[in-house]
Structures are given as structure tokens and as C-alpha cells.
């Protein structure tokens, strides 16, 4: 039985940067990996990757790639990344019930953004979570919510639940939530209740005190509440309204 023909191996370097991304460049053989990372990351050029792709028998159409390997640098940002993506989480899931909900559900495309503020209102940079002991940073975290919350204070009604369980469940049992957040040097005094009373508390803390519009349309507008993006998508001004 004929053996198939072994396929030629080719190495080619490619090269990222802010602006572009450059086109397949042939690495010869005999220079080592170890020894272009060097040489590249001695120029400022610490963002590359190397694919090792063969020909085989189909051609000059059956170009694949076998395998690849990445600048160490660029894998050390790959693995900041992994690793402020589950400090990011476990924060979240550490604070209290409210701040929880606002993000989930009313944080948008800013969810990064929207976290780091309020870590930043406990004095917690997100870049130590994975330091802090879960005990000590839960604690730390419950600061936001309370008479003296650094966030909020919030009021519940068991008897406005008895009377009406689904607007009860709708709010989680919240009667009223009432702003903390100082600027300059006196209390804010907003104070959200209603049917819609988390989403309305999000969008003030979120726009007026971080200064963030958490929805935005893919042509750049962005807008401090859902109900505004989707009336922006319904008049199909810019002609980036999702597809139905």
C-alpha cells in the first residue's frame, strides 16, 4: 500500500501591533524559538505569535495550520486577563444582594467598569481580590449596603409583600432604596421606590455618580438606560438595530 507523501512544514511569524497585524513572514529552520523571542522583545516587539503550518498532498490549497506559539509576553497578558476575569467574579459573587443584582442585571456592556467603581468605594483594587482572604473580602464588601452604606440603604415592607406577592417578587421584597454615595462632602439624597426601583436606582448611581452609560448601540451611542437603547433601535436611525 502506497505510503502518503510527507507534508512539508513551514514556520511563518507574525506580528501584532496597536495598528495592524502583519503578514505571514517565513522563519528559517535553524533559529530557535526561545532565541527570536529575544531578538524580537529586544526591538519592542513583544507581540507575536509563530504558526507552524504544512502543505499536503492536496496542494497549494491544502495549507494548514498544525500547531502555534505565542510570545511570553503576550501569554503573560492572556493569563492577567484570566486572572482579573475571576477576580472580577468572585467579587461579585461576594457582595451583597443589591449591588449584585444591579450589576447583573443593569451593568450592560460596563460590567468591568462598573465593578472596579464599586470595589473602589471599599478601597479594594481589583487587581488584589485573589490576596484577600473570601471571609475578610465579604466582609469588606457588606460595607456597601446598610444605614451606613457606602452605596446605599435599602428598606423592605413583609407587609406590602403579603399584599401583593408578584410586585413584592418583582422588587425582592424592596420598598425603597435610598443613595449613600457622597460627593464632595454631603450624602447624595436620591431615593428610588416603585415597581422599577432597581433599575432606576442602577441607572443614577451608574450615570450620576460613575459617570458611565452602561448600554450602547454598535454605532457608539450609549444611553444610562435598556428602555432608551431599544427606542434608539426601534427608529432604526443608524441602521445598527439587531436583526429580528
Known sequence: MAQPP??????YLVIHTDESISEPM??????????LDSELGSRGLRDW???I????????????TDKSYESRSRKAEKFHGMLLIVSRIAAIQNMP?????MIDSWAGKKTNEITRKLLNLCDISIEDIRTIPAITLKVRLETLVGPSGLVCD??????????????ASDRDGLKWIKCKIVSGTTPCAHKSSGSNLVEVFSSHVFTTHFGINPFSCDCGVEFSRD??????HNRNIC??????
Do not use: C, W
Open 53 to 64: 503550518q504544512s502543505r499536503s498532498e492536496l496542494g497549494a490549497h491544502g495549507l494548514v
Open 227 to 232: 428602555y432608551k437603547l431599544k427606542k434608539h
Open 239 to 244: 441602521g445598527f438595530a439587531p436583526q429580528m
Open 97 to 101: 444582594k443589591l449591588p449584585k443584582m
Open 6 to 11: 510527507p507534508r512539508e512544514m513551514r514556520r
Open 49 to 51: 505569535d509563530i504558526q
Open 26 to 35: 517565513p522563519i528559517p529552520d535553524h533559529i530557535h524559538i526561545d532565541i
Open 154 to 167: 435599602i428598606g423592605t415592607s413583609s407587609q406590602e409583600a403579603s399584599k401583593n406577592r408578584q410586585k
